[in-house]
């Protein structure tokens, strides 16, 4: 069981009233009607699994039902980081 | 770090006037038998029969009236509205309530409150509450979906225990917090009262599951069901 802080309720709560969204930061097209097939593809479908360091998106869906995303650690589960959407993280991978 | 992207919140509308919306008054007149979502329970008669002593109390506060306000922090014009009307601000810190007599607020999100107060002036609040506020403001009645549950007793802490895994206790669970979180793998939005009072707000389509649920739960310490 992960134990979450909330940045909107500003405390920790069980894994249980959290729902993982998958990964951050994707940027929609900004012209979807002329975009190619392989960009509207790789939006769409394309993600990233990383081993190490990810950006995710969640929702306290049972407590105040606003979303905000989480650095995670895909090897040891260590959540290093949890920020508002709009926010940029400080923790990342080194490039 | 190319590819992160972290768009910037928009500023909040002030100026713009709030839209207009049909408004329908629920409680059209007196002689229409209104129905809580536990009328099918009968509570009065399981409180007439029922035992009246035990370890819980637990009592329906039924057809009150339900109000979602949702509107912005940064809007002057919301809070200052919202303040207006209610005659006290709106609990803009996380997990607090504010209360006057029979209504009060709870912060349910940043940008939303669930007010509660007789069911019969629900109507009235909101318009005063649509005629105050300006800017992005949403008001929804939302009455009929949900009933207030009221816990109280030497055990209902107990109850608690077993059906949340939110940590009740004194130190982190005070008198005047609201939490809303997961109740007998419902949700439910659960406040403090008092030292042994806990009330809290449930779905109604959820508000049988619960009422079943509940009388399991606190069997082992004597439910004693008040009218």
């Keep these: 069981m992960f134990y979450i802080y909330c940045p909107h309720c500003g405390e920790h709560r069980e894994e249980e009233e959290f729902h993982a969204k998958g990964q951050a930061h994707l940027a929609r097209p900004l012209d979807p009607d002329n975009c190619t097939d392989h960009e509207w593809g790789e939006y769409l479908y394309m993600r990233k699994n990383p081993r ?44 | 770090m190319s590819d992160i992207i972290a768009p910037t919140k928009p500023a909040a509308v002030e100026a713009a006037p709030v839209a207009t919306v049909a408004l329908m008054d629920q409680l059209p007149s007196a002689d229409i038998r209104a129905e809580s979502p536990l009328y099918h329970a009968d509570l009065a008669t399981v409180a007439k029969q029922g035992p009246k002593t035990g370890g819980v109390t637990l009592q329906e506060h039924k057809l009150l009236g339900h109000l979602v306000i949702r509107g912005n922090q940064d809007n002057a014009g919301f809070l ?68 207030v549950l009221e816990l109280s007793g030497p055990d209902a802490r107990a109850v608690l225990k077993k059906s949340t895994p939110y940590d009740v206790h004194d130190r ?45 739960a606190c069997a082992e310490f004597g439910l004693v069901v008040k009218d």
Excluded at chain 2, 120 to 134: H, I, P, V
Excluded at chain 2, 200 to 212: E, G, M, T
Aim: glycine residues 8%; neutral net charge; aromatic residues 10%.
């Design chain 2, 172 to 216: 982190n669970f005070p008198v005047g917090k609201v939490v809303t979180t997961v109740f007998a793998k419902s949700q439910a939005v659960i406040r403090r009262t008092g030292e042994q009072n806990w009330e809290l707000v449930i779905r109604r389509s959820f508000a049988d599951y619960l009422w079943l649920w509940l009388q399991d």
């Design chain 1, 52 to 95: 190490g360091l990810h950006h995710e998106l969640w929702i306290h869906a049972t407590g105040c039902r606003k979303f905000f995303n989480m650095t995670r650690d895909t090897v040891s589960y260590e959540i290093k980081e949890v920020y508002k959407v709009g926010e940029r993280p400080t923790v990342v991978a080194a490039s």
């Design chain 2, 80 to 147: 200052a509205g919202a303040r207006a009307v209610l005659g006290f601000d709106l609990p803009t810190q996380p997990l607090t309530a504010a209360e006057d007599g029979a209504l009060s607020v709870r912060w349910i999100a940043p940008d939303e409150w669930l007010v509660i107060m007789p069911g019969k002036e629900a109507f009235e609040l909101e318009n005063r509450l649509r005629a105050a506020m300006s800017g992005h403001v949403a008001i929804v009645n939302v009455s009929g979906g949900q009933t």
